[in-house]
């Protein structure tokens, strides 16, 4: 089973910030990955798919790079609305199943 | 606009089992895949398995594979995830989702579904 790791677990920055999270995978998932972003008592919501690709809605502040192993997720800008927990996702068309991250929680320094 | 309603809260004795229930608004139903991801409190996220609602087929990780069922109801264009067996670290959110073009992805989710196992 592919896992999946990501850093820091814990990123405390400032309105402004740029901020990056990282996540890596234990084989090649090509671009199969996704982003989420969580706040307390809801749904995840997606923020970028295949990687580097922004959904609909989601704010230009907000990007996605890597493949293979290693992919990361950039808030250019951190906004007071993005203080939450981010995670990753990944899609394995072998097994076929999905594995998330442990999560990356962003908070106010 | 694409709508993911969930049944309400359960509160289920160990050993027992529940069905939680998902209805997809919007779209076409049988189209799309529906997932189901469950999350502990405090703890991150854990896909449990999906089901093609117009193949009535459904895969589940290994952890799952016998405790978990995902059946679909095109009729009613409603999801059911049923967990079996339950114990305490059952005890989560469920979160039904609804995948978008290439099924590796999740832009529409449902509200969750607290299930607490408790004797």
């Known amino acids: 089973d592919i896992q999946m790791t990501q850093s820091p677990s814990t990123l405390s920055a400032s309105v402004g910030d740029r901020v990056t999270i990282t996540c890596r995978a234990s084989?090649?998932?090509?671009?199969?990955l996704a982003w989420y972003q969580q706040k307390p008592g809801k749904a995840p919501k997606l923020l970028i798919y295949?990687?580097?690709s922004l959904e609909s809605g989601v704010p230009s502040r907000f990007s996605g790079s890597g493949s293979g192993t290693e992919f990361t997720l950039t808030i250019s800008s951190l906004q007071p609305d993005d203080f939450a927990t981010y995670y990753c996702?990944?899609?394995?068309?072998?097994?076929?199943?999905?594995?998330f991250g442990p999560g990356t929680k962003v908070d106010i320094k | 606009q694409v709508h993911l309603v969930q049944s309400g809260a359960e509160v289920k004795k160990p050993g027992s089992s529940v069905r939680v229930s998902c209805q997809a608004s919007?779209?076409?139903?049988?189209?799309?895949?529906i997932s189901w991801v469950r999350q502990a409190p405090g703890q991150g996220l854990e896909w449990m398995g999906r089901?093609?609602?117009?193949?009535?087929?459904?895969n589940y990780p290994k952890k799952f594979q016998g405790r978990v069922t995902i059946t679909a109801d095109r009729s009613t264009s409603t999801a059911y995830m049923e967990l079996s067996s339950l114990k305490s670290e059952d005890t989560a959110v469920y979160f039904c989702?609804?995948?978008?073009?290439?099924?590796?992805?999740?832009?529409?989710w449902g509200q969750g579904t607290l299930v607490t196992v408790s004797s």
């Open positions: 084989q090649s998932i090509s671009s199969w």
């Open positions: 996702q990944q899609y394995d068309s072998y097994s076929p199943g999905f594995t």
């Open positions: 989702a609804r995948d978008s073009d290439g099924g590796s992805y999740w832009p529409y």
């Open positions: 089901i093609s609602p117009i193949l009535g087929m459904a």
């Open positions: 919007g779209g076409t139903f049988t189209t799309y895949i």
């Open positions: 295949r990687a580097s």
